[in-house]
């Protein structure tokens, strides 16, 4: 066994009782040549170290396995974790589609298999292929037309195989392919290495959606203990480009097991998926399912199950589609999606409505239906609200935690919150980037200035008077907690409308939380957000009242400048790591990294020799201009023009960049290095990949993390006394903690607005759990979508309910 085979703590004990053997050897070797030894002694002293060696060894290899075993044990809870989830939101997702009882039509599926496969060919029943399927799950292509059943195809191949699942076998997990990042090549320092790709993504997805760890998601991922099921493969590509589809076939054939290709299910198009095939791009060794429309027999079949037998209006659907085989009714209630549609307009009750056979057209019914979706969605949810509050059984379903909606209020919300990809937009999104950009900064702005028109004041008398002092006056104070507030509000923006939202919360599950655990859940949160904000800004503080000891001015100047450097690097990293955004998304916006610091230190050039008020505000109202030209040309995006701006500072007053220069020198390399740094690991195709190797290497220190952000605290709080004097250390610290705190606020206010524009309620969550129990939503890799595209772009087409026109 080498050092090489053992790894953590047992590592360590291995070289140390490696080390320990050769200091005793060696140390025996040198007494014997002395003779200052009897031979019997030689004997003891040789034995000692190996003595010790072998216990060390012993500890060693116990420990390796120990630790092999917890994390062997870790995984299989890991696993049972994440089929427990994905079972809570599946089995929702099939009541939903299918109605209460899961009423699934059996479709007629034509199966072409793989070459070699063991999968029945020709036209076969969909409980046929969900048997075969769940007794060895392999490669599946679901296919159809629009509306076919190919998501509630998938959507019972999960639930069946978590049914069949035995322990520590694979667990399914279905998603949206559409969000695949596909995998790339880039050059690095003249190597070629990849980036992005299928299985990163899995992993992201993973903890994302299911709160899978770091760590136990590439471990399942690796062992290929997740069945993916990736659904809508044709909605990855506008009309006429294949590009995206391409690489994600590309991806999901190159996805390979021990035994060969990995099992996984695919959900497409079925004209997209001949396209595809055109251009020689489709899934290798997969079984390709069809699936065909309902008849009349199966939708005879299929009302009497909704009917429970009792008399409906839809029970004469299958006689209407038999006498117009060509007609409207035949050719679109042959969907799954349009017959269950219509079940739930005509299957209530029927006053009112035009029959099936008035309708010419197909797109004349389909507009008919699509025109009552929401409404008879709402109704049928309230009924079910207001069965639940009367009724014992109802207290303990989904239905007895909403509330009613007015139809017209579902229609422009749903409307409002809707996104071009299908999905439900953030709450920054609905408002939109400016507006959530003006908000945030407004607020941070207010809240700042309210804390320190009030807090310093009271915290002054707690210090010695000789320590309260502005060293470059108050105002520039006040000016780096306004610009450290205009940078907070930029960075609140991006995650406003970055977030999802409006991801499923957990009342929108079929075993949602108690309210004891919400609580509990709650308090941790206000805890680590209490803890992110208030540490740092005491450690500075703290850090701060150490420049008043005597050995403040016996530090040399290359200290301060080693000080700075690591603030210039740290501070934008630490930025860049926690936030999503990038330096840059194609080559001319990373040739703007390079110009726009260029032009901004030209322009401070010019500025610098000229004297007059005038022509220091022309020179200020210039760099504004071009760097908003820059923006509109689409050259420069907000990174480039930060440092556009830093180059053109310095420009302005330039001072020595050596260790001469102390700590704004230091501060002002760290700043370009970050800034160089950025411009080559933040491009939009190496962000991801830079991130997902940050949080890895941060995985290996996380203990570390605490002790250090503290320490770094300290040492930017004992720096910045130098500029700013111990009163502006306070003014910076009370800003930023009420930066970090004030982000549940800048959320209801943003909540607010878009309700007050009429795009969102009052609460959005609580909304979005009511819509997906309604059957308006479903679930897809733990976002909300759209239960149609159809539903979504009449929507779009519709901005006022049909009521009220």
């Not at 695949?180 to 190597?191: F, I, K, Q, S």
């Not at 032009?599 to 004297?611: E, H, I, P, T, Y």
């Not at 053109?648 to 002002?668: K, M, N, Q, T, V």
């Amino acid at each position: 066994m080498g050092a090489r085979q053992v790894g953590g703590p047992a590592r360590w004990l291995f070289l140390g009782g490696a080390a320990t053997l050769a200091v005793s050897g060696a140390w025996a070797v040198w007494a014997v040549r002395r003779d200052g030894m009897q031979p019997q002694d030689v004997a003891g002293v040789l034995g000692l170290p190996l003595g010790v060696l072998g216990l060390l060894v012993g500890a060693a290899i116990s420990l390796s396995a120990l630790r092999l075993q917890r994390a062997s044990d870790g995984l299989a809870v890991a696993l049972d974790r994440l089929a427990g989830s994905v079972e809570d939101v599946e089995v929702a997702e099939r009541t939903h589609m299918l109605g209460t009882g899961a009423h699934l039509i059996d479709l007629h599926v034509d199966v072409s298999p793989r070459g070699g496969g063991t999968a029945p060919r020709g036209r076969q029943r969909l409980s046929d292929i969900a048997r075969w399927y769940c007794d060895a799950p392999d490669r599946l292509v679901v296919t159809g037309s629009p509306g076919a059943g190919k998501t509630v195809l998938a959507v019972h191949l999960v639930v069946r195989l978590l049914e069949a699942r035995a322990d520590g076998s694979p667990v399914p997990v279905r998603l949206s392919i559409r969000d695949l990042t596909p995998a790339g090549r880039r050059r690095w320092w003249g190597l070629r290495r990849a980036r992005g790709g299928f299985e990163q993504w899995l992993v992201s997805s993973l903890v994302k959606a299911y709160d899978v760890d770091g760590v136990a998601a590439v471990e399942l991922v690796a062992r290929r203990l997740v069945i993916p099921v990736l659904d809508g493969l044709d909605e990855m590509d506008t009309e006429g480009d294949s590009e995206r589809a391409e690489q994600a076939l590309s991806e999901l054939n190159g996805y390979q097991g021990l035994g060969g290709s990995a099992p996984l299910v695919l959900t497409c198009r079925e004209e997209r998926y001949a396209e595809l095939g055109v251009r020689q791009a489709w899934l290798r060794e997969a079984t390709v399912l069809r699936l065909a429309g309902v008849d009349a027999d199966q939708a005879g079949a299929y009302v009497e199950l909704r009917s429970d037998g009792r008399p409906s209006p839809m029970d004469t659907v299958a006689d209407v589609m038999r006498g117009s085989a060509a007609g409207p009714v035949a050719g679109l209630l042959s969907s799954p999606f349009y017959l269950g549609l219509a079940f739930a307009v005509y299957g209530g009750s029927p006053h009112g409505l035009r029959p099936l056979t008035d309708f010419r057209t197909e797109d004349e019914l389909r507009e008919y239906l699509l025109a009552r979706c929401v409404p008879t969605a709402t109704a049928a949810a309230n009924a079910a609200v207001r069965q639940a509050r009367v009724s014992v059984a109802g207290a303990g379903t989904v239905w007895s935690r909403q509330r009613e909606y007015q139809a017209g209020a579902v229609h422009r919300w749903l409307r409002g919150m809707s996104e071009p990809e299908g999905g439900i937009a953030s709450v920054g999104d609905v408002v939109g980037r400016r507006g959530t950009l003006a908000l945030s900064v407004v607020t941070g702005l207010v809240m700042v200035a309210s804390v320190l028109l009030v807090v310093p004041d009271a915290l002054a008398e707690h210090f010695p008077e000789t320590w309260w002092e502005h060293r470059d006056g108050v105002e520039t104070s006040w000016f780096v907690a306004g610009l450290g507030a205009l940078s907070s509000g930029v960075g609140w923006m991006g995650a406003l409308c970055g977030r999802e939202p409006l991801r499923p919360a957990e009342r929108a599950r079929q075993r949602p939380a108690r309210v004891g655990e919400r609580m509990v859940g709650a308090a941790r949160k206000a805890c680590r957000t209490g803890y992110k904000a208030l540490l740092p800004s005491a450690a500075a503080t703290l850090g701060g009242s150490f420049a008043y000891g005597d050995w403040f001015g016996n530090v040399p100047g290359w200290g301060w400048y080693v000080l700075g450097l690591a603030g210039g690097v740290a501070i934008p990293v630490a930025f860049a790591l926690d936030e999503d955004f990038v330096a840059h998304t194609d080559r001319r916006e990373l040739e703007g990294c390079a110009l726009a610091p260029a032009l901004g230190c030209c322009l401070g050039l010019v500025v610098a020799r000229v004297d007059s008020l005038t022509a220091s505000f022309v020179g200020g109202s210039a760099v504004v201009g071009i760097g908003f030209l820059l923006r509109r040309a689409g050259v420069a995006r907000g990174y480039s023009l930060v440092g556009g701006v830093i180059t053109c500072a310095y420009a302005l007053d330039p001072s020595p960049l050596g260790p001469e220069g102390r700590f704004p020198a230091g501060l002002l390399v760290g700043f370009g290095a970050a800034y160089v740094l950025g411009c080559f690991l933040l491009g939009s195709d190496r962000a991801e990949h830079t991130r997902d190797l940050a949080q890895r290497g941060g995985q290996r220190i996380v203990w570390l993390l605490p002790l250090g952000s503290f320490v770094l605290a300290m040492l930017a709080g004992l720096a910045a006394v130098i500029q700013l004097g111990f009163a502006g250390v306070v003014f910076v610290a009370l800003a930023f903690a009420t930066l970090r705190l004030i982000g549940p606020l800048i959320y209801a206010l943003l909540t607010l607005t878009a309700h007050l524009l009429g795009r969102t309620p009052l609460t959005p969550d609580t909304f979005l759990a009511w819509a997906y129990h309604a059957g308006l939503l479903r679930i897809v890799g733990g976002a909300y979508q759209f239960r149609h595209s159809e539903l979504q772009e009449w929507l779009d087409r519709n901005p006022v309910p049909p009521a009220n026109r």
